[in-house]
């Protein structure tokens, strides 16, 4: 009988048995799927399979006790021998045998007393195991009190803590402060339940306390323990228990005992998190002496559930600081700013979200540079303007900051005013100069198409404008991006909001409604009123849109829904046929008169009706924050419009845990594009966007779902795998479609034209010259070969987001001789010779790449218009290194690992170099260079080596070493040594080997760092400190726990 494989998921090395049942299975038609072993885990993979043979080959040896461990041994040792010899870089030597005594090493203690020696826990230290506090256990109070004796550094995350629990360890805890031991420990006020004693008394004991205040939000819910030791006998604890006499004694609690010996991997990603956590802005220092107070209402707030009103200035010895995501904001403003010399700005986030925080640090940012100090803080309401100023005093640090300009306050000042619109309607502007104030801030900025409002921006002229509103789509605002030249500044991410608990979740369902729509006329989107015929009178699908509702929504009687239709007519249909089925709904369009929209938003709001069909989204009376579900019955192309449409429900109101959403989704033409819709919800596209589809969606924000029907699932996918847009014929019939007439061919214009980015044109080793030479368009080519080559590496200027690269590109355009550069501008354009040439086979002068490059006007015209909106849409701030200044590159700036070679000197036309290590050491600067991927496996998780290199803050980075580099080698005392020696450490950091694109990623250079401590060696880990803070954009993503 032949074997045979059970079905189900399967994770093994296929060995010469296993090749042949697959083989075999095959051949029956059966379904067998394999993969290649990732190279950046197979090392891990293949030893693991060993493992268990291991055993049963040690296992397998007889004898008395005696002759099988001697056999054993000799097992062992000649392993360990054939290893060396077939991998001497493992650098594995006789000293690695084990002894033929067959010992195992227990303790080592200084000189002294016996009592000295530290007590052992039951479990012994290298194993896992799973506690329950059953019978014949040992409880885990005794457990983590026997660690505590051997630990070198003790960390702790607990959601609260009882001094009942407390005082079980009290004694063992002050022992280990006694040797020195460092102790921290996170915790909340969650559920008010910890007791500010048992905080006072870790106080004193000498541990480190930081709390996190937040308990309306709160995210943190562990509860576990690390104990490291210096021995490398680490061990974790993980589970139910909180620091309480009931989880320690009798509480039915389940807590895993995690053995670094066993598992490395998990323990390394809780010390890189609990790091984080540790270093982020979520937990601040706990002292007694000034925090009681604080902790004391916090506690009341938390376990009563309502904020007492505290008086700011108790508040402001607090050191605020923007969370990543409002950095990352902050960082975008500035290069608004400074890059572009924009200086009125429009900023645009959900209500709730933080918008008045993030114009406080602003503010605090401009008046430390001395950019600005007098400001006007605009806003409608009084109530707005209180919250303002407590911001602003809270992020300043200053308790009596500003002044109220509203009801019956009047400044006295007139130098920081928070000011209501209807009270500044009152001044006589024509008194006022137009400079009065450096800095003007207008919360909810959308009313500033009222006269009120016109009236006051027309007058003064500040240096600095900042606009801010939830609604910028709104029908009444006309024509206020006018004032920010038509741009949008900065505009806080979906997910950035989700993530921070800014926002209700989204529960999003995709759902097949049979409605074929690729007949349906297409005219740069489907034509409205065909899409009318197939849904308004369509009854069958009615039916089966309420069917969902009830499948989905707990309630449907006390849902509040908002339909999106395509027409009134449609709106009008649905609302009937759902009050027919017995869910009262009501239609409400832009055409209704205000009071009948206001009305029906209030009979929403009361639950008196479940659902409003809308048509038209640019309708105040329709932004409802109790709606809790959303019904997608059109389709949407437009991405802004989907969001905009989606956050509409996403607003947190009391009593909505989440948001139900309910997209409705048929058979589409090949025109219609579902990636947009998707990749504003994943925040990815391209090739991951796919496989996150086709993988059911692991990647989303805490609360998050997105689960499509299998039929819908099969639509989205074939839509995404055969985009029209992405096709030469789709590109080639825009250009010829421009072309009309004789007029050029211009980049900007094709690609608003194709529906395309910059990024997702030049993915595939497109360029506009090769679609213009296939359409019969292009100008000539004196050099066919050439432009060919030099088209396919148009795409690497794309990361060219320094001001010395983009005028060097220029440069290259024009007519200058480059025997007239200087040292530092020949390496920038070598930098640029490799990113349009590659490494091989290019001219090997300068002077030749410059003459060959400038002999192709097709190739010319495109770099130069490239460069022309790369240089527009430049996002960040790069900076001058303060030494090594003969390098051309900047901090912050995006640099492909070629052109770093290039820029060191180390690789030139005449003599290319490659790399393919992570680490060179560049003996004419003395400086390390570390080549660092955060996420080294092409597999979006992997959890053996997702925790080696991560940043713990804005300036604090992990990295490891090569896994022969020890402390004492002479890699490792550069290292170590490298400030003393005169030596530099350069890093450079990118998320992943490809973006989603399969394109790949240059690396952010972070500038130079400095060594701060180091633990283990073969490989080592250690601690940068970089001199200048990363980039918040990299940093959500380099943080093992973003904010």
Known sequence: MTESLPPGLYEDVITERLAGLVTEMRRQSQRVDTDRLDPEESHVVLARFLRPLLIRAFDSISGSAEERLAGQVRLCNRVLKLLGDAAPASELGAGDHVDESGEELLTVCPAGPVDLIPARPEIPLSFGALMVNAKGQPTLAHEIGAELESADRVDLLCSFIKFEGLRLLIDRIKSARDRGVRFRVLTTVYLGATHRKALDELVRLGVEVKIS????????????????????????????????????????????????????????????????????????DYDPARDSERLDQALAAA?????????????????????????????????????????NNLLVAATGTGKTLISAFDYRDLRRRGEADSILFVAHREELLDQAIGAYRLVLRESDFGEKHVGGHRPTRWKHVFASVQSLANLTLAEWPADRFDMIVVDEFHHAAAPTYRRLLDHFRPKYLLG???????????????????????????????????????????????????????????????????????????????????????????????????????????????????????????????????EARRKLAKGEVCTLFTVDLFNEGVDIPEVDTLLFLRPTESATLFLQQLGRGLRLCEGKSCTTVLDFIGPARREFKFEDRFKALTCHSGGVLTRHVADGFPFLPAGCSIQLDHVARSIVLENLKSAVRFRTSHFVEVAKRLAQGGSRVRLREFLDEAGVTLTTFYAKHRSLTAVLTTAGIAGPAPSPLDEHRLSRGLGRLLAADDPDRLAMGRFLCGEIDPGVLSPRESLTLSMLHFDLWGLSGGPSTLAESVSRIRACPNIRREIAEILEIVGEQAGTLTFAMDELVEIPMRIHARYSRDEILAAMGDSTPGAPRTLREGVRFEPVHRADLLFITLRKSAREYSPTTMYRDYAQTSTLFHWQSQSTTSAGSSTGMRYIHHKANGSHVLLFVRESKDDDFDVTRPYVFLGPADYVSHEGERPMNILWRLRTPMPAALLKEALVAAG
């Not at 680490?234 to 009931?246: F, I």
């Not at 920010?484 to 505009?491: D, H, L, M, N, S």
């Open 303 to 343: 376990a009563g559930g309502t904020q007492s009103r505290a008086d700011v200035s108790s508040w402001v010895s607090v050191q605020l600081s923007p969370w990543p995501f409002q950095q990352e904001m902050l960082d975008k403003l500035r290069a608004e700013r400074e890059i572009h010399g924009r200086r």
């Open 213 to 284: 205040y937040e308990w309306r939000r709160t995210r943190l819910h562990a509860k576990a323990w690390l104990l490291y030791r210096n021995s490398g006998l680490s061990t974790a604890y993980v589970g139910s228990s909180n620091l309480s006499k009931s989880a320690f004694l009798d509480g039915l609690e389940w807590n895993v005992r995690v053995a670094a010996r066993e598992t490395p991997d998990i323990l390394r990603s809780f010390d890189a998190a609990f790091s984080s956590y540790w270093d982020g802005p979520d937990f601040e």
């Open 468 to 598: 801010m509103t939830a609604t910028p789509e709104r029908a009444d605002t006309r024509d206020i991006l006018g004032r920010f030249g038509g741009i949008t500044a900065v505009e806080m991410r979906l997910w950035d909001a989700l993530e921070r608990g800014l926002l209700a979740p989204f529960h999003y369902f995709g759902v097949n409604d049979g409605t074929d729509l690729s007949g349906v006329t297409w005219k740069r989107g489907y034509d409205e009123s065909g899409l009318d015929k197939v849904y308004t009178g369509n009854r069958i699908r009615a039916l089966l849109i309420a069917q969902e509702v009830q499948r989905r929504i707990t309630d449907p009687l006390r849902m509040r829904a908002l339909g999106f239709c395509v027409s009134v007519a449609h709106a009008k249909f649905m609302a009937a046929e759902f009050s027919r089925l017995g869910l009262p709904a009501q239609a409400v369009t832009g055409g209704d008169p205000v009071e009948d929209r206001d």
